[in-house]
């Protein structure tokens, strides 16, 4: 069964690329517009390509069985009605929250009538690294909506998902919800990053337009997206879900374990 990872340069794809080859598989193809960087392992086969170039796609899906689509809103349609082309018959897409930012995602899938099972996560715990200049720089994080609180989750837990789904025909025409084992305020966060470092962060509370000036300096023309979102979390909580356990057999990881394997982004 031939297998195609796209986005395999990115950080979820290629992580997706390496959990396939630990569970056994072995006919991957990776999709990646830069191979050099991607630094695949020995045995996967290379497409050079992107989503957003959909004249490099047909030849990376010949033969292609199963699919992980990495999120490109852009030309999801036109992906997605290549694979049907192409004789692929599941994909597994990473999408977001329903009728969220990328429910077109979700959209351009099940409009191509291929079979789909949906990857749904929160936000991503590298996500942190917002903050990872300010502990690089001292002991002091300033920060917004510090009390709201969300059950972030870590990468590599997404693609154990996305290869585990993969490797089976039992999840065709499913939604599942990925989120981190626990929900914490960002001042929780701050604080579990202290501890993976052995040192005692200071969380400062911004509000207003202090806030957004913070953000936008950081984060340029998301930054009042990103703040928006917070705003909308403030008045929905999320809870953390037991899906990746459910699974994978196995807990989700903590956000403080992966403070501690990532502790070298905030040095």
Request: charged fraction near 25%; aromatic fraction near 2%.
């Given at each position: 069964m031939k297998i195609l990872v796209t986005g395999a340069t990115g950080n979820v794809g290629r992580?997706?690329?390496?959990?396939?080859?630990?569970?056994?598989?072995?006919?991957?193809?990776?999709?990646?517009?830069?191979?050099?960087?991607?630094?695949?392992?020995?045995?996967?086969?290379?497409?050079?390509g992107f989503l957003g170039r959909l004249e490099t796609l047909p030849d990376a899906l010949a033969g292609v069985e199963k699919m992980y689509l990495a999120p490109h809103p852009a030309t999801v349609f036109e992906v997605c009605r290549l694979a049907a082309d192409a004789g692929v018959r599941q994909i597994v897409d990473m999408a977001g929250a329903k009728g969220g930012t990328w429910q077109v995602i979700e959209d351009g899938v099940e409009a191509s009538g291929v079979a789909y099972t949906h990857l749904e996560p929160g936000e991503f715990m590298a996500n942190s690294e917002l903050w990872s200049a300010q502990i690089a720089a001292g002991d002091v994080v300033r920060d917004a909506y510090g009390d709201v609180v969300n059950a972030p989750i870590a990468q590599e837990d997404i693609a154990a998902v996305a290869a585990e789904v993969l490797l089976s025909d039992r999840h065709a025409g499913r939604s599942y919800e990925l989120t981190g084992p626990e929900a914490l305020s960002r001042r929780q966060m701050v604080a579990a990053i202290g501890r993976a470092l052995g040192r005692d962060l200071?969380?400062?509370?911004?509000?207003?337009?202090?806030?957004r000036a913070h953000f936008e300096s950081i984060m340029g023309e998301y930054g009042e997206w990103y703040l928006d979102g917070l705003a909308q979390l403030a008045d929905h909580p999320q809870a953390a879900v037991s899906t990746v356990a459910d699974l994978l057999g196995r807990p989700a990881m903590a956000y403080e374990e992966w403070a501690r394997r990532h502790a070298d982004l905030f040095r």
């Open positions: 992580m997706v690329v390496d959990e396939l080859l630990a569970r056994g598989a072995t006919d991957v193809r990776a999709l990646t517009n830069d191979p050099a960087k991607a630094q695949l392992p020995p045995g996967v086969e290379v497409a050079r200071t969380y400062v509370e911004l509000t207003g337009s202090e806030a």
